[in-house]
């Protein structure tokens, strides 16, 4: 549109007539709007009428919305690509920001593939390796997991051949540490350098308070200066019994300062276990597990003198054990354990218990069934098992323990 106005109009007329022509195309919206004067002819032809007219013109060139350069595929990737390295910079510099301060704690391991690179690398300033996270957690869930995958397998081929499965609870009877567990040399230092500082941060109250020590008057001593100080005559218990000396497991007086574990080992195919009670399926619907290791521990005339302390109903562990199958003439496959292929295999759960007082009764014919019978130690017990029945079986033990 083109508004065309004469040179000598008013400019009390012309800020009107803008006004108008403003609010008109306002709402056309105009690709271009143009102010001209007229030629001297028209000036006076204008000159004759009250009103200057007002002239609009159209052109088809002229479009209802403002033009805007089309943007092109080519731009369009360019445009992505600029921002793609501005992002690239700012993350690469955040992370040499991050390998430059020296106590960052690196990053988690998260899959046990990453074990071995992790071991290896990020050396730091001083020469020693990084202590890399997750290095525990990782293991841990390898181990786990496949385990649980093997377990939901086993399930599916029970109950696609409709089997059952042996319900039975197996015994965690654990004796407490009786002794304070050994210290570090790193924490001896540290509870050592930890009593100086609170002497020397210590409140210092007037002497005219009776009844308080200067704290700079006393000492601090570390353990063998506190032995010397015992009354002459007066010798501690040892740490180390006599039995830890003639490495007796078959007593509840060894490794003090660590809890172990009554474990059994009933023959050569069975190896080294916890001892495993089965649980009465005619009255499964009535009989808990606790109730279970009860009637077991009555019925069994080794462990009957124990006192033992039940802690839960809630088991700590459980293990799937599918039993292995051999064919007889015919062809068919035949459990040896699953009484003519009504049990797919066994599940064992393991309720922990604690030692109270009382000695294994070894003088009975239940003793004389078993190879061998002591007082295990985790290591102890995940070391005899992995001897026997390989790596992925004592982990199970070195978790559950």
């Not at 293991?139 to 319900?167: D, G, H, P």
């Amino acid at each position: 549109m083109i508004l065309s106005l004469p040179s000598k109009t008013p400019p009390r007329v012309r800020s009107l007539l803008l006004s108008q022509f403003a609010a008109q195309t306002k709402r056309n919206t105009v690709g271009a709007i143009a102010i001209a004067t007229t030629s001297p002819a028209a000036t006076a032809a204008s000159q004759t009428s009250a009103v200057p007219s007002i002239l609009i013109s159209s052109s088809s060139s002229f479009s209802t919305k403002s033009k805007e350069k089309k943007q092109t595929l080519e731009d369009y990737n360019a445009e992505k690509q600029k921002a793609k390295e501005y992002r690239t910079k700012l993350y690469n510099k955040k992370q040499q920001r991050i390998q430059s301060l020296p106590n960052r704690r690196p990053k988690p391991i998260r899959d046990i593939s990453e074990l071995e690179v992790a071991t290896d690398d990020n050396v730091n300033t001083s020469g020693e390796k990084k202590y890399k996270r997750g290095i525990k957690k990782a293991q841990f869930r390898n181990w786990f997991e496949t385990k649980k995958r093997n377990e939901e397998y086993y399930n599916r081929v029970a109950k696609r051949q409709c089997q059952k499965w042996k319900i039975k609870v197996g015994l965690m009877i654990e004796r407490l540490p009786v002794v304070t567990r050994d210290q570090e040399e790193w924490e001896k230092d540290f509870l050592h350098m930890a009593a100086q500082l609170d002497r020397e941060r210590a409140k210092i109250y007037p002497k005219e308070i009776q009844g308080v020590d200067n704290p700079m008057d006393s000492e601090v001593l570390t353990m063998e200066e506190l032995f010397e100080l015992l009354p002459e005559g007066f010798k501690p218990a040892p740490r180390i019994t006599e039995d830890d000396k003639n490495n007796n497991i078959q007593t509840t007086n060894r490794k003090l300062s660590q809890r172990v574990y009554l474990s059994i080992r009933p023959d050569d195919e069975i190896g080294w276990s916890l001892p495993i009670a089965t649980l009465n399926e005619k009255n499964a619907n009535n009989e808990s597990f606790v109730d279970c290791v009860k009637r077991y521990m009555k019925s069994n005339k080794m462990l009957q003198d124990l006192k033992l302390l039940y802690l839960s109903n809630c088991p700590m562990a459980v293990d799937v054990i599918p039993y292995k199958s051999s064919e007889d003439g015919n062809g068919a496959e035949i459990d040896e354990r699953s009484e003519g292929g009504v049990y797919f295999g066994e599940k064992v759960f393991y309720m922990r218990v604690q030692w109270e007082e009382g000695d294994v009764n070894v003088d009975n014919k239940d003793s004389s069934k078993l190879d061998d019978w002591g007082w295990l130690a985790r290591s102890e017990m995940v070391e005899k098992v992995k001897s026997e029945k390989g790596e992925d079986a004592s982990l199970f033990y070195h978790y559950m323990l």
